[in-house]
Nanobody
Framework: QVQLVESGGGLVQAGGSLRLSCAASVSMFSINVMGWYRQAPGKQRELVETITTGGSTNYADSVKGRFTISRDNAKNTVYLQMNSLKPEDTAVYYC?????????????WGQGTQVTVSS
């Protein structure tokens, strides 16, 4: 079983910074990819940034140069440092991970944390 617990959302002015954290509690699985997605009102959930156990990252063009993902493999924890925030970054941010057991892989989601950027 895998549980993801997120923290760090909140309200910030445009140009400000926030840091999100997500800790995975894991039993009988190993975690490979961890990452962040977001969903704004009336829009589909979209990729923000992901990171593998080896440190390879994949990110949306809209956050390039502003957001940085990192992880602590020993703690199964992933972080998202968000700088130069814009009002269009306002969304619920969801942590995700791919949990692997044998040949099976499962995707898990956190409960989401609200990020609101005021102009």
């Amino acid at each position: 079983q895998v549980q993801l617990v997120e923290s760090g959302g909140g309200l910030v002015q445009a140009g400000g910074s926030l840091r999100l954290s997500c800790a995975a509690s894991v039993s009988m699985f190993s975690i490979n990819v961890m990452g962040w997605y977001r969903q704004a009102p009336g829009k589909q959930r979209e990729l923000v940034e992901t990171i593998t156990t080896g440190g390879s990252t994949n990110y949306a063009d809209s956050v390039k140069g502003r957001f940085t993902i990192s992880r602590d493999n020993a703690k199964n924890t992933v972080y998202l440092q968000m700088n130069s925030l814009k009002p269009e970054d306002t969304a619920v941010y969801y942590c995700s991970c791919n949990a692997v057991r044998g040949v099976a892989s499962y995707k898990y989601w956190g409960q989401g944390t609200q990020v609101t950027v005021s102009s």
